[in-house]
Structure formats: C-alpha cells, structure tokens
Nanobody, 122 residues
Framework: VQLQASGGGLVQAGGSLRLSCAAS????????MGWFRQAPGKEREFVAT????????YYADSVKGRFTISRDNAKNTVYLQMNTLKPEDTAVYYCAASLAGSSRLSDDYDLWGQGTQVTVSS
C-alpha cells in the first residue's frame, strides 16, 4: 500500500479544510489509519485514528470536537475534516497505515504518506 495525502492549504482561523489520503493497493481495508502532524521545531504528534472497519475512532484532546476522521474503503481513502481551525493547527499533516491496531503511537504505523501542509492564519 502506498499513501498520497492531499487537501492542505492556507486558511483563516475559524475556517475548514478536508484532507484526503488515497491508498493504492488492494489491502487498504486491512489497515487501521491515522493522521499525525508536525509543526516546525516540534515533534510529530498524533491527531486521529480510525479502525479498519471505521467503527472505532480516537482523537487527540487538542482536536476533539473540531476534527473528524472517516474512511471509504470502496475508494481506498481516509479523510480528515478539520473545522474551526486555529493557528496552532498549522503543521504538515501525514496519513499513516497500521496493522497493529488504532494506535496513538507513530512507531505502530508501517506506512506513511508524504505529508500535506496546513497553514492557519490569525
């Protein structure tokens, strides 16, 4: 499976963006999927994860209630809907795939996309 993230951009505070992560390969629905982000000068941090079935979802406290993760296994795509964006959400966002379960730990993810930049202006 290869991952391709898209949908980033520049948005004003309070605005919305939807990130997409398209996966190639026939085994997408075997994987739990996650979104992580990395701001300049900071470590990569967990944002959200979704189980292979789409039933289980977990969020970082910093995005809970504002971001929604979802997936469409028929389209081999996972999404991150980001609402009420804040300047502190500015980062490169990465999607990742895991066979180890819906984890908050980046080390549990086997495959990573290239990242998409999200910039939120105040």
């Amino acid at each position: 499976v290869q991952l391709q993230a898209s949908g980033g951009g520049l948005v004003q505070a309070g605005g919305s963006l939807r990130l997409s992560c398209a996966a190639s390969g026939r085994t997408f629905d075997n994987y739990d999927m996650g979104w992580f982000r990395q701001a300049p000068g900071k470590e990569r941090e967990f944002v959200a994860t979704i189980s292979w079935s789409g039933i289980s979802k977990y969020y970082a406290d910093s995005v809970k209630g504002r971001f929604t993760i979802s997936r469409d296994n028929a389209k081999n795509t996972v999404y991150l809907q980001m609402n009420t964006l804040k300047p502190e959400d500015t980062a490169v966002y990465y999607c990742a795939a895991s066979l180890a379960g819906s984890s908050r730990l980046s080390d549990d993810y086997d495959l990573w996309g290239q990242g998409t930049q999200v910039t939120v202006s105040s």
